[in-house]
């Protein structure tokens, strides 16, 4: 396993880390603790000391299963996790005030509820869920994010930014304040390019990568006919015509790579890392075969340029989570 400097926060994080939204078992069904535990312990074993968490994947049961596969690895490794807001709208919309979304005492609430969830005294990266430019001026979140720093219950703070408006996070980057940002980065959505990442570079902030297999067709394994269980939160992203379409894309993507279906997933991350922005790209995984697949693209390097022309041309933007 490759590291990488996470921006300001200083910490040597693996290229590849750990996204647990999967294990939290509310959105994403079909799991089970049991494979989510062995995923976990894999993963330290092969190298990957940063975990990203959240309160809201499955109501703490998500922090709780990354608390206890660190705390019985006996491994230093860095946690991040996740306010969730106040009001439970993902993303933050226009229009919305702070107050309704991330008050003072509710970030300083819920970031304890956190740290017993995680058992830790200090949780390494603390992020707001979602973002809304038009906070900026407001003081609730700098407030909250000083005192938990100061009182050491938080080591870092950061901002993951609403799907697919990577500009809306700039103003944030500028003020200095944030030491991270999390970002759907990926083949399809490939804006964090234009103006996030050169800011980040710029101010030394750390670059979060996620989504990084567009929550799993970049792993080729969505097909025409794939099922998922009633209430699992990709029977929505993949509605309708949109199997059809993402078929099509993997397979031109295929197609001019030349790369087999089982190697995609590698292209996909190794794609990520190859921005130098990028500090660590964090796949969902919920079984040690992923773990496996993923860890071994550490430290391939960036793709060769011809390759990465290739890849460029298979930018597809869309939102599939409205
Ligand atoms: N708003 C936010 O802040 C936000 C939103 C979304 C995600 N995130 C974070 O980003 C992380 C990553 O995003 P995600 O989990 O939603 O989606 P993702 O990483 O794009 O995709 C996850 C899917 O890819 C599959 N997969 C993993 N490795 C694979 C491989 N080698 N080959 C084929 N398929 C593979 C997983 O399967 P298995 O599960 O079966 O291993 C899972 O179905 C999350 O876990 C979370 O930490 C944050």
């Not at 300001?8 to 693996?14: G, L, P, Q, R």
């Not at 019985?72 to 306010?83: D, F, H, L, P, W």
């Not at 980065?185 to 804006?191: E, G, H």
């Amino acid at each position: 396993m490759h590291y990488r400097r996470l921006g300001k926060t200083n910490f040597e994080v693996s290229e590849i880390g750990f996204g647990a939204w999967g294990i939290g078992g509310n959105q994403w069904l079909g799991g089970s603790d049991r494979n989510s535990l062995a995923a976990l312990h894999r993963a330290i074993e092969s190298g990957v000391n940063f975990f990203d968490t959240a309160f809201a994947y499955g109501e703490g049961h998500s922090e709780r299963l990354v608390g206890r596969t660190v705390r019985e690895s006996g491994r230093q490794i860095y946690i991040a996790t996740k306010v969730p807001p106040k009001n439970r709208i993902w993303p933050a919309r226009a229009g919305t005030g702070i107050e309704d979304v991330f008050p003072y005492e509710y970030i300083v609430e819920t970031t304890e509820m956190s740290l017993r969830n995680l058992e830790v005294e200090t949780i390494d990266l603390q992020q707001l869920h979602v973002w809304n430019p038009e906070w900026i001026g407001r003081d609730e979140w700098r407030r909250a994010f000083e005192h938990l720093r100061t009182s050491g219950k938080v080591r870092a703070i950061g901002v993951s930014i609403n799907d697919h408006q990577p500009e809306s996070a700039i103003e944030l980057i500028e003020t200095g304040l944030i030491d991270t940002v999390q970002v759907i980065y990926n083949i399809f959505d490939q804006t964090p390019e234009k103006t996030l990442f050169p800011s980040a570079l710029q101010h030394d902030v750390g670059v979060i990568a996620r989504v990084p297999l567009d929550e799993g067709s970049l792993g080729g394994r969505i097909y025409e006919n794939t099922v998922f269980e009633k209430g699992d939160f990709r029977e929505g992203y993949f509605k309708g015509g949109r199997k059809k379409e993402v078929v099509e894309h993997i397979d031109a993507l295929m197609a001019d790579t030349g790369v087999e279906r089982d190697q995609l997933a590698g292209l996909a991350l190794r794609f990520c890392l190859t921005h130098r922005a990028v500090s660590t790209v964090i796949p969902g995984m919920r079984s040690v075969g992923s773990v496996d697949a993923n860890c071994s693209v550490s430290g391939l390097g960036p793709l060769p340029d011809q390759m990465r022309a290739i890849v460029r041309k298979h930018a597809w933007g869309r939102n599939f989570y409205q």
